[in-house]
């Protein structure tokens, strides 16, 4: 049983920036493909960025591309979200969550943390 913890999330001004961490553990965490969800109220989860088993190979939803940075760090079974200029429509509760393949749809996550709130003030 693969268990996820987020940490990281607080409040913060616009166009600043927070690193969220998710830290896994049981599991083969270099062979699990890793991603990075969110949730605002009254919203629909929704994918926010994706990283491969190997770190090889990343993806992101069309709304961070660009400001926000997925890594990992294997030998410390670690993901890590980078936000940068942060906007006040990224509030919202953020999870990790963690696939059984090395690369996964977004329907194919199989372990999801807690979460971790953010909110960006204007």
């Known amino acids: 049983q693969v268990q996820l913890v987020e940490s990281g999330g607080g409040l913060v001004q616009a166009g600043g920036s927070l690193r969220l961490s998710c830290a896994a553990s049981?599991?083969?965490?270099?062979?699990?493909?890793m991603g990075w969800f969110r949730q605002a109220p009254g919203r629909e989860r929704e994918f926010v960025g994706a990283?491969?088993?190997?770190?090889?190979?990343?993806k992101y939803a069309d709304s961070v591309k660009d400001r926000f940075t997925i890594s990992r760090d294997n030998a410390k079974n670690l993901m890590y979200l980078q936000m940068n200029s942060l906007k006040p429509e990224d509030t919202a509760v953020y999870y990790c969550a963690s696939s059984t393949l090395r690369w996964a749809n977004t329907n194919e996550y199989d372990y999801w943390g807690q979460g971790t709130q953010v909110t960006v003030s204007s």
């Open positions: 990283i491969s088993g190997s770190g090889t190979f990343t």
């Open positions: 049981g599991g083969t965490f270099s062979s699990s493909a």
